[in-house]
């Protein structure tokens, strides 16, 4: 399985974070109900990092009014020989 950061952004107004509030955790998905948000420091999006096996399978973790908006990025780990190999091989 791969890992991906969703990252849902709304409105700024506090109506717009309540109303997307309520939409994730009326979903009962757990991925929704254990969302990260920003909301409280000005950074209106929610976080949501799930395993699943593809990007399409992240976006589907949405709720469907979130999901022409959602930001979906696999996330990576490396070593210290990767980031070698790799500036050896593009330095």
Do not use: Y
Request: glycine letters at 4%; hydrophobic letters at 45%.
């Amino acid at each position: 399985m791969a890992k991906f950061l969703i990252e849902v952004p709304h409105k700024a107004e506090p109506v717009d974070c309540a109303r997307a509030i309520e939409v994730f955790l009326q979903s009962g998905s757990h991925f929704m109900t254990h969302a990260d948000w920003g909301c409280m420091d000005g950074a209106h999006k929610a976080w949501i990092i799930v395993d699943v096996e593809s990007k399409a399978d992240a976006l589907h973790v949405v709720p469907p009014a979130f999901r022409s908006v959602a930001t979906i990025v696999q996330l990576n780990t490396f070593t210290m020989e990767q980031a070698q190999d790799i500036l050896r091989r593009h330095g």
